[in-house]
T-cell receptor
Framework: AQSVTQLGSHVSVSEGALVLLRCNYS??????LFWYVQYPNQGLQLLLK??????LVKGINGFEAEFKKSETSFHLTKPSAHMSDAAEYFC???????????FGTGTRLTVIP | DAGVIQSPRHEVTEMGQEVTLRCKPI?????LFWYRQTMMRGLELLIY????????DSGMPEDRFSAKMPNASFSTLKIQPSEPRDSAVYFC???????????????FGQGTRLTVV
């Protein structure tokens, strides 16, 4: 079964600083990879996904993530944090050809003015 | 498109009562998922439907939980009888394609926050 590990349940960055949220998956076959964002009292919104092709994926709100097979990682980054980025971020994986979606435990991002 | 619509947004009920959560998926989406989110267990898939047919309900915690999808535009998740440990946020999500396809991707509703006292 797939599993997803998000290192750091809480991350704090200063406004304008680099955002780095870590995600590692466990699978011998590269899965499809997703990042979702959840704002307070809201549902989850898809930020970006990797399926095939270019390993650097760009998403909404200036976020991007790079799939690194050798490291089984899919870390989420943003060059400059905005106050509006404060939210909880979930990494998720889906087996190719299957119809499941396994979520990590989430990372709460705080942006300090 | 209005997105996935869930109702109610908040539900407070007494232990032992029946609770029904509702979901309207995005039009044209063939897949519908019910998730539960708690602090202890994070996001868990309860059940999903494909073309109104339940495909995998292995995540449904107990027989007290049941889900139906009578047509392509409506689904319910029912808990009878409810217990305090059922308190959680329940999300409905829909997808046009299977998640394991390159074009797959789930769209979530805003959730129903259930509190059982």
């Amino acid at each position: 079964a797939q599993s997803v590990t998000q290192l750091g349940s809480h991350v704090s960055v200063s406004e304008g600083a680099l955002v780095l949220l870590r995600c590692n998956y466990s699978s011998s076959v590269p899965p499809y990879l997703f990042w979702y964002v959840q704002y307070p009292n809201q549902g989850l919104q898809l930020l970006l996904k990797y399926t095939t092709g270019a390993t650097l994926v760009k998403g909404i709100n200036g976020f991007e993530a790079e799939f690194k097979k050798s490291e089984t990682s899919f870390h989420l980054t943003k060059p400059s944090a905005h106050m509006s980025d404060a939210a909880e971020y979930f990494c998720a994986v889906s087996d190719r050809g299957a119809n499941n979606l396994f979520f990590g435990t989430g990372t709460r991002l705080t942006v300090i003015p | 498109d209005a997105g996935v619509i869930q109702s109610p947004r908040h539900e407070v009920t007494e232990m032992g009562q029946e609770v029904t959560l509702r979901c309207k998926p995005i039009s044209g989406h063939d897949y519908l998922f019910w998730y539960r989110q708690t602090m202890m267990r994070g996001l868990e898939l309860l059940i999903y439907f494909n073309n109104n047919v339940p495909i995998d309900d292995s995540g449904m915690p107990e027989d007290r939980f049941s889900a139906k999808m009578p047509n392509a535009s409506f689904s319910t998740l029912k808990i009878q009888p409810s217990e305090p440990r059922d308190s959680a946020v329940y999300f409905c999500a829909s997808s046009q394609f299977a998640l394991g396809r390159p074009s797959g991707g789930a769209f979530f509703g805003q959730g129903t926050r259930l509190t059982v006292v």
